[in-house]
């Protein structure tokens, strides 16, 4: 792609830049939904207070196919913007 000002060049790596960040973003909140991290610390109940629910674990091959998913758009704007 041929740019025609300097402007459009820093507003297009503006843009890639900001896409990086979203996808490392929702990596980040994948991990947390799939629950990867293994188990956590043991919790005493509260039966004083009001129940709450907690968010379910989302499905580990969603999980694989989405990050591999981002991985490779990662891998095509962080190649661009090096262009």
């Known amino acids: 792609m041929i740019y025609n ?6 507003r297009e790596k503006t843009i890639i830049e900001l896409r990086i960040a979203d996808y490392e ?3 980040e ?34 999980y694989l196919s989405r990050v591999r998913e981002i991985d490779n ?3 095509l704007h962080k190649v661009r913007l090096k262009k």
Do not use: C, W
């Not at 610390?41 to 580990?60: E, G, K, L, R």
């Open 5 to 10: 000002t300097y402007n459009n060049l820093k």
């Open 73 to 75: 758009h990662l891998i």
């Open 25 to 27: 973003e929702e990596k």
């Open 29 to 62: 909140k994948l991990r947390k939904l799939a629950k990867i991290d293994g188990p956590s610390d043991m919790q005493a109940i509260d039966y004083s207070s009001t129940p709450v629910q907690t968010t379910s674990q989302i499905d580990f091959s969603y």
